[in-house]
């Protein structure tokens, strides 16, 4: 599958021509995958219905995931359904350890750079290596020069081996020697504004939660799915940079603590109602 029909992990929580779409692929990925990657048109619908979501609206947008190579027509025991593409299995796997067990950079792990050059005869494959590493949380230090913490190191070589983009790269590891203050760079080469927005909108989202009665198991995959669905993005936007080079008092550790509460007590009883839905119980 190519670089364009592969979902990213941030493309599924960007609200965008598709909003349905990243709602659609958080159901895949939290419960496809242990129902032997499929799931029926019926069971999706009734549980997008549940967040609610026309019934329609989300066989359009099935279909235009399927059109993108996303996921795959699948008909079982006379049921229509879908799987899961390979390469999107393979997104996810990797995605797992991003959202749900991100450690955050320190100094010690110095930083990833990336260094690329593309003829211009395949201009689109320029074009899916910047896509490609803005997805991955990259910051740009000039032109054609991408920087990471270094800890993405082997993320970043599977995510372009697979995507088939390794022969245009050059990756090197190592501390940053000179020159200037590091704090200041690292402000250039991401927008820590509009992270500190992305985290401060979570916060304001989902921090009510907290303080709500306890949620059935319906409620609770009510708030969990969209909850996700917001969360997949920033452990991408903001690579896990380290706290030293951040701004004080970073809202980032603050939403990422509210997440792994919400998870720890949503993932469960959400986990529940949807397999009773899509088992028919």
Do not use: C
């Amino acid at each position: 599958m190519n670089a364009d029909a592969e979902v990213s992990p941030a493309e599924t929580s960007q609200p965008g021509r598709d909003r349905l779409g990243p709602l659609i692929i958080t159901l895949f990925g939290l419960y496809a995958r242990g129902e032997d990657n499929w799931l029926s048109v019926a069971s999706v619908v009734q549980l997008m219905a549940e967040l609610g979501v026309e019934g329609q609206a989300v066989r359009s947008s099935i279909s235009r995931l399927k059109r993108r190579g996303v996921v795959v027509a699948d008909r079982r025991d006379g049921a229509a359904g879908y799987a899961l593409a390979e390469a999107t299995l393979e997104t996810l796997a990797e995605g797992d350890t991003r959202i749900f067990e991100r450690r955050r950079a320190t100094a010690e792990d110095g930083w990833l750079v990336v260094v690329f050059s593309v003829p211009e005869s395949e201009r689109d494959k320029r074009h899916a290596l910047r896509t490609g590493l803005t997805q991955l949380g990259f910051g740009t230090t000039a032109p054609g020069v991408w920087v990471a913490p270094g800890n993405l190191a082997g993320e970043t070589r599977r995510t372009l081996e697979r995507r088939g983009l390794a022969e245009y790269v050059d990756l090197f590891t190592g501390q940053h020697f000179g020159f200037g203050d590091l704090r200041s760079k690292v402000r250039a080469w991401w927008d820590l504004d509009e992270l500190a927005d992305l985290y401060a909108d979570f916060l304001r989202r989902h921090r009510p939660v907290l303080s709500a009665a306890p949620a059935t198991p319906a409620h609770a995959f009510q708030t969990y799915v969209p909850m996700l669905t917001q969360w997949r993005r920033l452990p991408y936007s903001d690579p896990g940079l380290p706290l030293a080079l951040l701004p004080p008092g970073w809202n980032g550790v603050t939403a990422e603590a509210l997440f792994e509460e919400l998870n720890a007590t949503l993932s469960a009883p959400a986990r529940e109602h949807a397999l009773a839905v899509i088992r028919g119980r």
